[in-house]
Nanobody
Framework: QVQLVESGGGLVQPGGSLRLSCAAS????????IGWFRQAPGKEREGISC????????TYADSVKGRFTISRDKAKNTVYLQMNSLKPEDTAVYYC?????????????????WGQGTQVTVSS
């Protein structure tokens, strides 16, 4: 069965860094796009990055471009989100999700399976 488990969230100062992990089981990353999404209180869920299964190409939302980097470790069946230069507005619950391997969209409607989320708080 498909399972996605996020980890690595926590409290960090503005300007700091965190690395989130998305551990996948029940499927191979070779045949799946993995996306990262976030949801802050009172806001809509926002797609922030994905890495495409078919060609490993990456996509970033403008809000995180130049600060966040998505990557994949096939041996560990894990996708990472390296977050640098964090801002208070990055505070949210972060989710990873699975989509078909040709997907490159950051629309949540394209994704089939979701993790439980991990909290990221950026505050002084």
């Amino acid at each position: 069965q498909v399972q996605l488990v996020e980890s690595g969230g926590g409290l960090v100062q503005p300007g700091g860094s965190l690395r989130l992990s998305c551990a996948a089981s029940g499927f191979t990353l070779d045949y799946s796009t993995i996306g990262w999404f976030r949801q802050a209180p009172g806001k809509e869920r926002e797609g922030i990055s994905c890495i495409r299964g078919s060609d490993s190409s990456t996509t970033y939302a403008d809000s995180v471009k130049g600060r966040f980097t998505i990557s994949r470790d096939k041996a560990k069946n894990t996708v990472y989100l390296q977050m640098n230069s964090l801002k208070p507005e990055d505070t949210a619950v972060y989710y990873c999700a699975q989509a078909s391997w040709l997907v490159r969209s950051l629309s949540s409607a394209a994704y089939n399976y979701w993790g439980q989320g991990t909290q990221v708080t950026v505050s002084s």
